[in-house]
């Protein structure tokens, strides 16, 4: 037997291990290419060592040494993309939290936390919140509208 018929026999066994339609888990093994480039090792692969792969997901050094779901580029396993890293019973595996949305049970009141800025744009307006404390809000044109006091107080107010 040539290597080229061994090679093609062992891509042939690959490919009955993770056919088109279905998932196989592997393990992420390293970042290359200034973490851009995921290496995954897994069961039945074409040869020893870990192959080169896409994500459809953000990898990060933390995630080094996890379980990752993959699928296969055209059903070939030389061609793995990574479609996601498996929880385990640690939680959240980054050292940094998303921002956690709170929203009370009675659905009167929505509270959004951010670290460090907020901003809720549409088009060319913007509402802006800071960690300091500043309020930004622009627009091509801002109305201030009220039925009762319309009350403007700071330590300075400047108008135009």
Request: glycine share 12%; charged share 20%; net charge neutral.
């Given at each position: 037997?040539?290597?080229?018929?061994?090679?093609?026999?062992?891509?042939?066994?690959?490919?009955?291990?993770?056919?088109?339609?279905s998932?196989?888990?592997g393990?992420?093994?390293?970042?290359?290419?200034?973490?851009?480039?995921?290496?995954?090792?897994?069961?039945?692969?074409?040869?020893?060592?870990?192959?080169?792969?896409?994500?459809?997901?953000?990898?990060?050094?933390?995630?080094?040494?996890?379980?990752?779901?993959?699928?296969?580029?055209?059903?070939?396993?030389?061609?793995?993309?990574?479609?996601?890293?498996?929880?385990?019973?640690e939680?959240?595996?980054?050292?940094?939290?998303?921002?956690?949305?709170e929203?009370d049970?009675?659905?009167?009141?929505?509270?959004?936390?951010?670290?460090?800025?907020?901003?809720?744009?549409?088009?060319?307006?913007?509402?802006?919140?800071?960690?300091?404390?500043?309020?930004?809000?622009?627009?091509?044109?801002?109305?201030?509208?009220?039925?009762?006091?319309?009350?403007?107080?700071?330590?300075?107010?400047?108008?135009?």
């Amino acid at each position: 037997m040539s290597g080229r018929d061994l090679i093609e026999t062992g891509l042939e066994e690959a490919l009955a291990i993770a056919p088109s339609n279905s998932v196989a888990t592997g393990e992420l093994i390293a970042m290359t290419d200034e973490g851009r480039t995921p290496l995954v090792m897994f069961p039945g692969q074409p040869g020893t060592a870990a192959l080169r792969a896409r994500s459809v997901v953000d990898l990060h050094g933390a995630h080094i040494g996890r379980c990752v779901v993959l699928m296969f580029e055209q059903a070939d396993p030389r061609r793995p993309i990574v479609m996601g890293v498996l929880r385990g019973d640690e939680g959240w595996p980054l050292a940094s939290k998303p921002a956690q949305v709170e929203i009370d049970a009675d659905g009167e009141r929505l509270i959004l936390n951010a670290r460090e800025q907020m901003v809720l744009r549409c088009g060319k307006a913007s509402i802006t919140l800071t960690r300091s404390g500043k309020v930004l809000i622009q627009g091509s044109y801002v109305l201030s509208r009220s039925t009762g006091v319309n009350r403007v107080k700071g330590g300075a107010v400047q108008i135009n």
